[in-house]
């Protein structure tokens, strides 16, 4: 996570902060999403009945896509000096925009959108997340996440 003084962290409000590095989805980390969460709908984990649906195979689920937002977003989030821990505050709207088919390469885009100061020593920081995925115009989804900086 880049470091920043805190009274240099609304400068950062507006700016796109980074792209995270490809992660390919694979169908090893989406049944094992399944296996987590009971969540073995077949147009996750069988192949074979997925390949006759509109999308030819199977695809991620949506929460798995937006369950990596903190991994993808580590070294990109712009966090205050002096950082003790950040935790998950929540998301203010999510939109699936398609799905996220086996095998895809996504990447997550990073906008910084708010920063506001909850109490003295806590930043709460909202983002703009977009995930995209390789060779395609449109993302998977645009959420927008909120962490909640303790220093």
């Not at 903190?70 to 505050?89: A, Q, R, T």
């Not at 203010?92 to 996220?100: A, C, G, W």
Request: hydrophobic letters at 40%; a negative charge.
């Amino acid at each position: 996570m880049p470091f920043v003084p805190v009274a240099e962290l609304k400068d950062y409000v507006g700016k796109e902060l980074g792209r995270s590095e490809w992660l390919t989805i694979d169908q090893e980390r989406i049944n094992l999403f399944a296996e987590a969460t009971g969540d073995y709908q077949f147009i996750h984990v069988d192949p074979v009945k997925a390949a006759q649906t509109p999308f030819g195979g199977t695809i991620a689920h949506g929460f798995l896509s937006l369950s990596l937002i903190p991994k993808l977003m580590e070294d990109i989030l712009v966090v205050p000096e002096g950082l003790k821990m950040v935790v998950n505050y929540g998301l203010d709207s999510v939109r699936f925009i398609q799905p996220v088919k086996v095998n895809s390469k996504v990447r997550l885009k990073v906008d910084l959108t708010e920063v506001t100061e909850k109490k003295p020593g806590q930043w709460l920081l909202k983002a703009t997340t977009t995930l995209e995925i390789e060779g395609s115009d449109k993302p998977a989804y645009i959420a927008e996440p909120l962490s909640l900086c303790f220093v």
